[in-house]
């Protein structure tokens, strides 16, 4: 007999790579919500809508949704997502001591409502952001992540996290991510991660190291985070050149415990070349005669001389990307300005048998392991999708994470260790 699914909704879903990854395994997304704050034509939600269907998928701004009233998003096993990564610094109310206020339309509040008001709160949390977050901002490094921290421990979650390049373990993309997964303190797996040695939770028995298995380790930092969420935002790591945090870690009963991992994965990999399309690729992806030299200058090692705001004059220097792209490797992390024809330092140039060119929206697709034209939708162009793949995650790791949880949860006696 088939297991329960457990219910998903799924916060900031782009064009759904969260639920491309879960769906899977034992999830059903019961809710979603996608909304781009600056633009009149919602592309991803409509994409989002047209591969999973509109039902139970909300487009408007999630802090109006959460403001209004957050039982409104139906009750849930797990709430997922990609959160902006912004400034998450908190200052009191002046009428009401307690009364915490994060920055307007930081997207990190909204999900901190939904845990905080909701009746049946999510059991567990699975979400994603740019690794930055664990050192930001440079003048009290660590700060943000101490923030999210400490409002999840006060909430009654336990958290797991660890920062993942997806090529380490054989995928077609060098894209570095922090993910982490979140109990509540009502869960077994709560009471399991209470009761474990927290650096073998770490490395051996957690679930990100199921999904994503790290060479062992013993050396373990324990952090302590001190006060309150305004108390955090003032003082922590005030004169820290580095962030406590290291890549690999957990926060439970406010205290953490973080250590340096190495990714112990040797199977297959898959490089850049597998994922060509061969001989269908249409003219306007070639690399103009004319735009040879811009390509080469952008690409290349240079020193120019800029001027800062009040009239400093500097020297700024970059080097040289490799070029074009190597096709034995996985490929360089697709950023946002990926699409459309201008020269660019960051865009991919491939040498195929019919010349240099950029990489098409298929390809750029299977770099973050989403099937063949999941964002092909008449009105959207090439540059909008490739835009949504800087935006989106790789699919493989939400899957193996997702698979890694789900057995976790489903493990039912607390491990005597």
């Known amino acids: 007999m088939e297991s329960k699914k457990m219910k998903v909704a799924e916060l900031f879903a782009g064009v759904g790579g969260f639920r491309l990854g879960l769906e899977k395994s034992n999830y059903e997304v019961v809710w979603s919500n996608q909304w781009e704050p600056s633009t009149k034509m919602q592309h991803a939600s409509k994409v989002y809508e047209e591969r999973f269907g509109k039902e139970n998928h909300s487009n408007e701004d999630i802090n109006e949704v959460v403001t209004r009233n957050v039982e409104d998003i139906p009750d849930h096993d797990l709430l997922v997502g990609g959160f902006p990564c912004q400034d998450y610094s908190v200052a009191t109310t002046l009428h009401n001591s307690k009364g915490l206020k994060g920055k307007k339309g930081v997207l990190w509040w909204s999900i901190h409502k939904i845990l905080e008001n909701k009746k049946n709160k999510p059991k567990y949390l699975f979400l994603e952001n740019v690794d930055r977050l664990l050192k930001s ?108 945090f290291k890549n690999t870690g957990l926060l439970i009963k406010g205290k953490v415990y973080t250590t340096k991992t190495e990714p112990n994965y040797d199977g297959e990999k898959t490089v850049l070349a597998d994922v060509l399309q061969n001989g269908e690729v249409t003219p306007e992806f070639f690399i103009d005669e004319k735009d040879k030299n811009k390509w080469e200058y952008l690409k290349g090692a240079k020193t120019i001389e800029r001027k800062s705001p009040d009239g400093f004059v500097y020297k700024y220097s970059e080097g040289g990307m490799i070029y074009p792209d190597a096709l034995d490797n996985a490929s360089r992390t697709i950023i946002t300005g990926e699409g459309g024809k201008s020269p660019s330092r960051f865009k991919h140039v491939i040498v195929s048998d019919r010349g240099l060119r950029r990489l098409t929206p298929i390809e750029l697709e299977r770099l973050n392991m989403f099937p063949d034209n999941h ?35 489903k493990t039912k006696k607390t491990k005597a260790t």
């Open 375 to 409: 964002t092909k939708l008449d009105g959207i162009t090439d540059t909008k999708r490739a835009f949504f793949m800087g935006n989106a995650l790789v699919v493989g790791v939400i899957e193996k994470i997702g698979s890694a949880l789900y057995k976790q949860i």
């Open 137 to 244: 901002p440079a003048k009290q490094r660590g700060r943000d992540f101490a923030v999210m921290l400490q409002s999840l421990n006060e909430l009654g979650y336990a958290v797991e996290w660890r920062v993942i390049n997806a090529a380490e373990y054989g995928m077609p993309q060098r894209r570095r991510r922090v993910f982490f997964i979140g109990y509540h303190k009502s869960t077994e797996v709560y009471k399991r991660l209470e009761k474990s040695k927290k650096i073998n939770w770490l490395t051996d028995e957690g679930t990100i190291a199921n999904a994503f298995p790290v060479a062992k380790t013993n050396s373990i930092q324990e952090v302590e985070i001190k006060g309150n969420l305004v108390e955090i935002t003032n003082n922590f790591n005030k004169n820290g050149k580095l962030s406590p």
